[in-house]
């Protein structure tokens, strides 16, 4: 069974940062793109940042870039999200996810994982 676990969220104050992780188990996931969207609750869930299994391919959403870096180190299968300078936009629960090929479409997302909550307080 495939299996997404995230970590590293909680609260923080705007202008903080925190660093989530996404551990991968269950079959190996060099080959895979992995990254990470976000929800609000009654909004669409969107694309934040993947990065390609050779870590040569990087991408971000307009509005964290410059903000948000994402690494992976596929010896581990993991994929990280460090986050700084946090403003109250990136409050939304954060997902962890895979996919064989680049995508910013949450639909056609092959994985999961379950999410993990920031909330940055002004």
């Known amino acids: 069974q495939v299996q997404l676990v995230e970590s590293g969220g909680g609260l923080v104050q705007a202008g903080g940062s925190l660093r989530l992780s996404c551990a991968a188990s269950?079959?190996?996931?060099?080959?895979?793109?992995m990254g990470w969207f976000r929800q609000t609750p009654g909004k669409e869930r969107e694309f934040v940042a993947n990065?390609?299994?050779?870590?040569?391919?990087?991408d971000y959403a307009q509005s964290v870039k410059g903000r948000f870096t994402i690494s992976r180190d596929n010896a581990k299968n993991t994929v990280y999200l460090q986050m700084n300078s946090l403003t109250a936009e990136d409050t939304p629960v954060y997902y962890c996810?895979?996919?064989?090929?680049?995508?910013?479409?949450?639909?056609?997302?092959?994985?999961w994982g379950q999410g993990t909550q920031v909330t940055v307080s002004s």
């Open positions: 996810a895979a996919d064989r090929f680049f995508t910013y479409n949450a639909k056609q997302i092959d994985y």
């Open positions: 269950g079959r190996t996931f060099n080959r895979y793109y």
């Open positions: 990065i390609n299994w050779s870590r040569d391919s990087v």
